[in-house]
């Protein structure tokens, strides 16, 4: 049976993207034009980002909790959260939550491990590039965590901070993220 999918949003340009993923690739599960029940709820992103900058992680965690409490009424069976970033509240998430939730690192890691890759590049926010959301989950793994120097990831945060999240892909930005991988392959 299918679920009823609940997606507990931070960014537009990420959530829009979830939801989009979820009904193209269901197609070729479920058949032409099929997917599954999708419900969606976010605060603004300048809330989650007003407590990210002081690094209150319990409270990005009520932030997702309120989503996810919005999405249990509409009869979603389950949580995903799109948001690599703010899952650095998920342990907090986790201990007061009585929803079921699919992680984002441990799903990634699932592919990772699948595809037997050894070292792994994250790019992201500079909260999400040096704090615990992969790192952890890569060293129960005995993965190797990748970042950039520090000047790297502090333009791919004004990036992602200033463009990505507005939908905006420069031909200068999407160079230096590729020059960037391709120095790590």
């Known amino acids: 049976m299918v679920k009823h999918i609940g997606i507990v949003a931070c960014s537009a340009e990420g959530a829009a993207l979830c939801y989009q993923t979820i009904c193209k690739e269901s197609a070729d599960i479920m058949g032409k034009h099929n997917h599954p029940e999708i419900s969606m709820h976010t605060h603004p992103l300048s809330e989650y980002m007003d407590y990210i900058y002081k690094g209150d992680w319990y409270r990005v965690a009520e932030l997702m909790l309120s989503s996810a409490r919005k999405l249990e009424k509409t009869g979603a069976a389950f949580m995903i959260c799109p948001d690599n970033t703010i899952h650095q509240a998920m342990p907090i998430v986790l201990s007061e939550s009585s929803f079921p939730w699919l992680h984002i690192a441990e799903e990634v890691t699932k592919q990772i491990i699948i595809n037997r890759f050894r070292k792994v590049l994250v790019l992201g926010t500079k909260y999400l590039m040096t704090g615990p959301v992969y790192a952890d989950i890569f060293a129960i793994h005995g993965l190797e965590y990748l970042i950039p120097d520090e000047n790297s990831r502090n333009r791919i945060d004004r990036i992602i901070m200033d ?11 999407k160079k230096f993220f590729l020059d960037i991988i391709n120095d790590f392959r």
């Open 163 to 173: 463009e990505l999240v507005y939908g905006l892909i420069r031909d200068d930005s």
